[in-house]
């Protein structure tokens, strides 16, 4: 990405929250580099050198504000194909920090060499995988160090440290501190459940009611839940053969432009992954200014239509959201919420947590493949008929042997097109599932009930053809349609899958 100087000292000294992620500001006066909202003095700008990322600043030898906190910027959203591998490594580094793997492992789960990861990353962000990777690390620690009352120790091996040594090693020299010089217990949060609470930050406008809203309506009783505006969930998840489980609360802190993350401490080994499914499920990584933009035209269709702010409801668990969609083929949305229900109470583990309405882990797919068959036999006192127990079976079946992948870094295309092969999967099914388990910004159930509803002046084919106009934003599309039936309680359902 090339960056225009002029352009960038601009948004510095308007502290544009519209730029924060999108690059980083050296000073060379100081030695530190900054996010574009820092509220400290603006540095001259023959002092300033503008970078793509924090990991090319660092290794440029700036050291981390200690003011605006760098480790703290949103991301970027994946959105055209040239940068989409770049940013599937990134998130494939996030999910653990490569604790126990090399960089090949990313390069060949991307079916791609060493040497053109290494390009791709160089083109990118301006740095090696290694730099970007250690960067990551390092930034993590701070903000464990600095939020949190963890020991060092266990924050350079959750951090995914191998040896407290080389943390401290490397924070002196890349941070001119000690690990222990960041630490504030006064400005540590404490939870009263046990939990230790991280920040996670995001680039304004956030429609974070919205938001919440579509996950409360949606939310899987026992799994899921949401009150006072607080979302809360249980968690299994698994590292080198071992399973963590636990519970998150995430909240809005709109005057921080950042969610607070509470997670049970019992989740710490798997922290990287934690954060990385909680910035899909909320999609912090969103510009919702050039989303904004693109969707104008929805205006004309009614007055203020496009919210400012809206964001693409992501998902934590795949194969929950999956099963949910499968469920809501033909029904509504409150009845596919029932059978979710009654699918976990059936067949997840009981977990313990401090919140009573959380009382189940969501079964994995090995689960159900484990259950006698017929599968109907066991679904069908659910009230889930046969040809959405065999949907859901075959769902199982492809996840848990790699046939279908469903993350946000898959190729949404090819995935798409083997989901279709699956029974009982048609395209609302197939549409759904790519804008939440793929988080693919472009997909549009244009079939959809709710869909229909809001264009009623226009067929279906007509819909299909008014959608390019939001291309590559059609899933955002989706979700400002349905939040424009205000009088409806229950937008979204499918039509016949066939």
């Avoid at 992954?273 to 693109?294: E, G, H, M, W, Y």
């Avoid at 264009?455 to 106009?469: H, N, W, Y």
Wanted: charged share 20%; glycine share 6%.
């Amino acid at each position: 990405m090339l960056l225009d100087d002029k352009a960038c000292y601009a948004a510095l000294r308007a502290h544009d929250a519209r730029f924060d992620g999108r690059f980083f500001i050296g000073v060379s006066s100081t030695g530190i580099y900054c996010r574009p909202v820092c509220r400290v003095k603006s540095p001259k700008e023959t002092n300033c050198t503008f970078f793509v990322s924090a990991a090319a600043a660092e290794a440029a030898g700036y050291r981390p504000c200690l003011k605006c906190r760098p480790e703290l910027a949103p991301g970027l959203a994946p959105i055209d194909a040239v940068s989409r591998l770049a940013r599937s490594a990134v998130q494939l580094m996030e999910e653990d920090f490569l604790a126990n793997g090399k960089i090949s492992d990313i390069a060949a789960k991307l079916n791609i060499t060493d040497r053109h990861l290494r390009r791709i990353f160089i083109n990118e962000f301006g740095v090696s995988p290694v730099q970007y990777l250690l960067t990551q690390r390092l930034l993590l620690a701070k903000s464990l160090l600095t939020d949190t009352r963890l020991s060092v120790t266990d924050v350079a091996m959750y951090a995914g440290f191998g040896s407290i040594r080389r943390f401290n090693a490397l924070f002196k020299e890349r941070y001119r501190l000690t690990p222990g010089s960041l630490r504030k217990p006064a400005q540590a949060t404490t939870d009263p459940h046990g939990g230790i609470t991280l920040s996670l930050g995001y680039r304004p406008p956030y429609a974070w009611d919205k938001l919440i809203a579509f996950l409360a309506s949606r939310a899987i009783p026992g799994v899921e839940s949401v009150a006072d505006g607080v979302y809360r969930r249980t968690v299994v998840l698994e590292k080198d053969s071992n399973y963590y489980h636990g519970w998150i609360a995430v909240t809005n802190r709109p005057e921080q432009n950042a969610l607070a993350v509470t997670l049970a401490s019992g989740l710490l080994p798997v922290l990287p992954q934690v954060l990385a499914k909680i910035r899909q499920l909320f999609d912090t990584s969103c510009n919702p200014l050039d989303i904004a933009d693109k969707l104008a035209s929805m205006n004309e269709l009614l007055p203020n239509m496009v919210i400012p702010g809206i964001r693409l409801p992501g998902c934590f668990d795949p194969f929950e959201m999956s099963v949910r969609a499968i469920l809501g083929q033909q029904i509504t949305v409150k009845a596919a919420r029932t059978l979710a229900m009654r699918f976990a109470a059936a067949f997840g583990r009981p977990v313990a947590t401090p919140f009573a309405e959380l009382t189940h882990l969501f079964p994995a797919p090995e689960r159900i493949l484990a259950l006698a068959m017929p599968i109907e036999n066991h679904l069908g006192p659910l009230g889930i008929i046969g040809a959405r127990a065999r949907s859901i079976l075959a769902l199982a079946t492809a996840l848990a042997t790699g046939a279908i992948t469903l993350t946000y870094r898959a190729d949404p295309a090819a995935e798409m097109k083997k989901l279709l092969a699956l029974p009982g999967f048609g395209p609302w099914t197939v549409e759904y599932i790519a804008m939440r388990a793929l988080s693919w910004p472009d997909a549009f159930p244009h079939t959809d009930y709710g869909v229909k509803k809001a264009l009623a002046m226009i067929s279906p084919a007509e819909i299909a053809a008014l959608s390019q106009k939001w291309s590559p934003w059609r899933s955002y599309a989706t979700i400002t349609l349905w939040n424009s039936l205000t009088n409806e309680s229950d937008p979204e359902r499918s039509c016949p899958e066939k």
